[in-house]
C-alpha cells in the first residue's frame, strides 16, 4: 500500500512538476503582467439546468453504467475487480481533472504554435475558476458546470479501456495507467478537436467524441491487449459471462446516460440539443437490431449480449455525428454500426488472435472510426451551419479531415499508450501472477469475493 | 427402509413434490446439483466464443421411506417428473440402516 501511494505520488508530482514550469510561457507572462480581462457574458439558466442534468447523466454512464456492462461480463471471480476498475477510475481521475487535465484541455495557450497542441496550465489546481468564471467555449453555463460536465468525459474514456485489460491487470498499475493516460493522452486529444487545437482549427467534426472518446479509448484498449497479451486458459477454459442481466443493465444505463453525452454536447439547450437526442435514439435501435439480424442469420440465434452490444455500438457511431446529421443519416450510421462492429468484435478478433477480453477495440474503436467517416459523409449544413458533409453538401474535402483526425488520434494514442504501459511495467509490473489470474482477482487483489 | 435418491429436471420438482406428498410422505430434501448423463452438455456463445458445458443444472431430491412403500414412491416419482425427453433424470433406492428424530430421539420407522 504505501509503494502504491509513493508510485502515484511520484507520478503526479513529477508531472505536474514538469508540465507547469518546462512547457507553458503562458505562466511565466501571466508573472509579468495580467492579460486584459474579456467581458463576462451573461448566464443562461436553462443552458445551465440541461447542463447540470447533462453532467450527472454522463456520470451515470461509468458508475453504475459501464461499471455493470463490463462486470456481467467477466467471470464470477473477477466481478468485483471489473466494477472496482470503473470506480476507480472515476475517483483518481476526477482530482488529475481538477489538478491540471481540464487546464491541458480547455484553456488557451497563449502561444499560438503550442495551442495546436496543447492548453495552458493556467488552471493549475483550477484557481482562476472563481464563482462566476465562463469558459469561452461554453458562453451561457458557468465554467464550474462546464469543467465537471467534461469531466465527466475524461471518467468514462479511459475507464472504457478496462474492457481491454479485464481479469489479468494489477489494480496498482491500472490507476497509475489510468492516470498518466488521462494527462498524456486524454487531455491533449481532446484539446486538438475541442480545445482550439490541430484537429478543430482544419475543421475535424466530431461532436461529442467519436474520436476523442472512443476511437481513443478502444486504440488504447487494443494496445493493452497486445501488451498484456491473452488471458491464462483463453480458447480452453470456460470464460462465459457471470451474469449478463448486469450487462443488460448497464447497456441500458449507457443508453440513458448517452442522452447527456450527445444531446448535452450542445452545451446549450437549444435545437441542436433537440436533434442530437433524436438522431442517438434512432441510430441506437437500427445498430442493435442490425447486430441481431448479423448474428441471427450467422449463429442461428438472437442473443441478447448481441443486442447490447449492437445498441451500443451505435451510441458510440451516432456519436460523433449527433449534432451534425439528420434522422436519415442517423438510420444509416446505426446500421452500418450493428453490421460493422459486429463482424470486428466476433469475426475480426477471432481472426487475429488477440485477447481484447470485452470488446473495447471491436466496439469503441470501430464504431467511433466508423462514426467519424461517416459524420462527414452525412453532415447536413441544414442541420448544423458547422458541418458541411460530402453527400448532402458536396463538401467531399471533409472526408479528408475527418481521416486525418482518426489517423491522427488513432497514431498518438497506440504510441504514447504503448510507452506508458512500457514503462508501467518497468516500474512496477503490469500483470497478476499467473496464481492470482486463476484463483481470481476479487479475492487475491482486494481480499472480497461474490458469493 | 430406503433411501430414495431422484435426479430431476429442476421444474418438475414441484409436481415432484405433490406427488410424494399425496402418498403420505411427510418430507424431503432438495439440492441443487449439476451433472450429466446421456443427455450431455449444451453449447453457449458469447460474441462468437463458444463454450462446451458438459454440467447441466438438476435437482436432486433425497426422501428416505418405509420399505413397503418404496415402490409406489418411485412410481409416483417416474410419473411426475417424465417428460419423454432426454434428460429426464434418474432414481436410485439404497438401503438406511438407521433413522433418528433428533428432537424426541424417536427411531427408524416412527422416526420418518
Redesign the interface.
Given at each position: 500500500m504505501v509503494k502504491l501511494a509513493k508510485y502515484l505520488f511520484a507520478t503526479v508530482a513529477a508531472l505536474a512538476v514538469f508540465l507547469i514550469f518546462k512547457l507553458d510561457p503562458a505562466l511565466a507572462q501571466e508573472a509579468a503582467g495580467a492579460a486584459p480581462a474579456a467581458p463576462t457574458p451573461p448566464i443562461n439558466t436553462g443552458d445551465t439546468a440541461w447542463m447540470l442534468t447533462s453532467t450527472a447523466l454522463v456520470l451515470l454512464m461509468t458508475i453504475p453504467g459501464l461499471a455493470l456492462f463490463y462486470g456481467g461480463?467477466v467471470r464470477k471471480k473477477n466481478v468485483l475487480a471489473t466494477v472496482g476498475q470503473a470506480f476507480g477510475a472515476t475517483c483518481i481521475i476526477t482530482v488529475l481533472w481538477m489538478i491540471i487535465g481540464y487546464s491541458i484541455a480547455f484553456t488557451t495557450n497563449d502561444s499560438e504554435s503550442l495551442q495546436k497542441w496543447i492548453g495552458s496550465f493556467k488552471y493549475f489546481m483550477l484557481k482562476p475558476m472563481t464563482i462566476d468564471a465562463v469558459n469561452p467555449l461554453a458562453g451561457s453555463i458557468p465554467e464550474s458546470v462546464y469543467m465537471t460536465f467534461q469531466m465527466t468525459f475524461a471518467i468514462i474514456t479511459p475507464a472504457l479501456i478496462a474492457g481491454s485489460l479485464a481479469d489479468r491487470m494489477k489494480f496498482s498499475s491500472f490507476m497509475v495507467f489510468m492516470g498518466a493516460w488521462l494527462i498524456l493522452v486524454y487531455s491533449p486529444i481532446a484539446h486538438w478537436v475541442w480545445g482550439g487545437g490541430w484537429l478543430g482549427q482544419l475543421g475535424a467534426l466530431d461532436y461529442a467524441g467519436g474520436t476523442v472518446v472512443h476511437l481513443n479509448a478502444g486504440t488504447a484498449g487494443l494496445v493493452c491487449a497486445l501488451v498484456l497479451g491473452p488471458r491464462h486458459g483463453l480458447g480452453k477454459e470456460?470464460?462465459?459471462?457471470y451474469n449478463l442481466v448486469y450487462s443488460v443493465i448497464g447497456a441500458s444505463l449507457l443508453w440513458v446516460g448517452w442522452f447527456g453525452f450527445n444531446a448535452g454536447s450542445a452545451v446549450t439547450a437549444n435545437v441542436n440539443a433537440g436533434m442530437a437526442m433524436a438522431v442517438t435514439q434512432i441510430a441506437t435501435a437500427a445498430a442493435a437490431l442490425a447486430w441481431m439480424v448479423c448474428e441471427w442469420m450467422i449463429?442461428k440465434?438472437p442473443?441478447i449480449?448481441?443486442l447490447v452490444?449492437g445498441a451500443v455500438a451505435g451510441l458510440v457511431a451516432i456519436t460523433p455525428a449527433s449534432g451534425f446529421v439528420n434522422p436519415t443519416g442517423a438510420l444509416i450510421i446505426g446500421i452500418a454500426a450493428g453490421v460493422v462492429c459486429y463482424f470486428a468484435?466476433?469475426?475480426v478478433?477471432?481472426a487475429f488472435g488477440y485477447d481484447d477480453a470485452l470488446?473495447a477495440f471491436g466496439v469503441h474503436a470501430v464504431g467511433g472510426a466508423l462514426g467519424a467517416m461517416m459524420t462527414g459523409m452525412f453532415a447536413s449544413s441544414a442541420i448544423n451551419s458547422a458541418g458541411k458533409g460530402w453527400l448532402i453538401d458536396g463538401n467531399a474535402h471533409q472526408m479528408l479531415i475527418q481521416f486525418y483526425d482518426v489517423a491522427g488520434t488513432f497514431v498518438y494514442c497506440a504510441v504514447m499508450t504503448f510507452i506508458i504501459l512500457k514503462v508501467i511495467d518497468i516500474i512496477m509490473g503490469l500483470r497478476v501472477s499467473q496464481a492470482v489470474e486463476v484463483e481470481g482477482l476479487d479475492i487475491n487483489l482486494h481480499g472480497e469475493v461474490v458469493q | 427402509m430406503k433411501l430414495v435418491m431422484a435426479i430431476i429436471k429442476p421444474f418438475k420438482l414441484d409436481e415432484v413434490r405433490q406427488a410424494l406428498t399425496e402418498l403420505g410422505l411427510q418430507g424431503m430434501t432438495v439440492t441443487e446439483v449439476k451433472g450429466y448423463g446421456r443427455q450431455k452438455g449444451h453449447t453457449?456463445?458469447?460474441?462468437?466464443?463458444e463454450?462446451?458445458?458438459n454440467f447441466l443444472p438438476k435437482i436432486k431430491i433425497e426422501v428416505v421411506v418405509p420399505a413397503a412403500v418404496v415402490d409406489r414412491a418411485v412410481d409416483a416419482i417416474v410419473a411426475a417428473a417424465k417428460t419423454g425427453q432426454i434428460g429426464d433424470g434418474k432414481i436410485f433406492v439404497v438401503p438406511v440402516e438407521q433413522t433418528v428424530r433428533i428432537r424426541t430421539g424417536e427411531t427408524n420407522e416412527s422416526a420418518l
Open positions: 461480463m470456460n470464460m462465459a459471462p449463429a440465434k442473443s449480449l448481441g452490444s468484435a466476433v469475426h478478433k477471432k470488446d | 453457449e456463445i458469447y460474441r462468437g466464443a463454450y462446451a458445458v
